[in-house]
């Protein structure tokens, strides 16, 4: 099976745009969730899409969004962007979310100047 | 709210000999899952070992093993024959168990060096 898949893998973005990340999870999966990775703050959940529910969040402000399509795929975004955004993004998929091991994508990492 | 700690920012081990990386977690819960990701430079999350908390025995995968105290909530992991290749970042991560129960805590991260 191919794993997970995240495009882009790496972007560059000014302050106040925005931006959209996309993620494939392996086939038959349909839980994707997202995390954060940053020097300072470590790993951080996003959240979590289930059958294209949110089914969890994380701690983040109300411009972090995202969403699940119909085949699984999800995308997140990121509006009015901020120099602290700058990160790598990680999703991760499992087969229903509840029991089973989650398994990385390769990240974006994002650069916001 | 639960909390995972690794104390031990960098290893290093001399290739062929036995690392252990340290991991305690803080956790109200009496059921949840623990693992072992490994990150290579390359960035990519992989999953090294994971333990049900509900299970006495210490999991163990080829030449990783973990020293799971669930009383201490103490979960370390053993490399046995380190490796080049097990040159990474390696991270120790919570999981509640439960329906719908998905978010990861992780710790802060080791950076294991291994010297040839």
């Given at each position: 099976k191919a794993g997970v898949t995240q495009t882009p893998r790496y972007l560059i973005k000014t302050r106040g745009q925005q931006v959209t990340l996309s993620c494939s999870p392996i086939s038959g999966h349909r839980s994707v969730s997202w995390y954060q990775q940053t020097p300072g703050q470590g790993l951080q959940f996003l959240f979590e899409y289930f059958s294209e529910t949110q089914r969890n969040k994380g701690?983040?402000?109300?411009?972090f969004s995202g969403r699940q399509f119909s085949n699984s795929r999800s995308e997140m975004n990121v509006s009015t962007l901020e120099l602290g955004d700058s990160a790598l993004y990680l999703c991760a998929s499992s087969f229903s979310g509840s029991y089973e091991t989650q398994y990385f994508g390769p990240g974006t990492r994002l650069l916001v100047l | 709210a639960q909390t995972v700690t690794q104390s031990q920012p960098e290893m290093s081990v001399q290739e062929a000999e036995t690392v252990t990386l340290s991991c305690t977690y803080d956790t109200s819960e009496s059921d949840y899952y623990l693992f072992w990701y490994k990150q290579p430079p390359s960035r990519q999350m992989i999953l090294v070992i994971r333990q049900e908390a509900y299970k006495q025995q210490n999991a163990t995968e080829n030449r990783f093993s973990v020293n799971f105290q669930k009383a201490a909530k103490s979960f370390s992991l053993k490399i046995s024959d380190s490796q080049l290749g097990d040159a990474a970042m390696y991270f120790c991560a919570y999981r509640r168990?439960?329906?719908?129960?998905?978010k990861l805590v992780f710790g802060q991260g080791t950076r294991l060096t291994i010297n040839p």
């Open positions: 701690n983040f402000p109300g411009r | 168990l439960s329906q719908g129960a998905q």
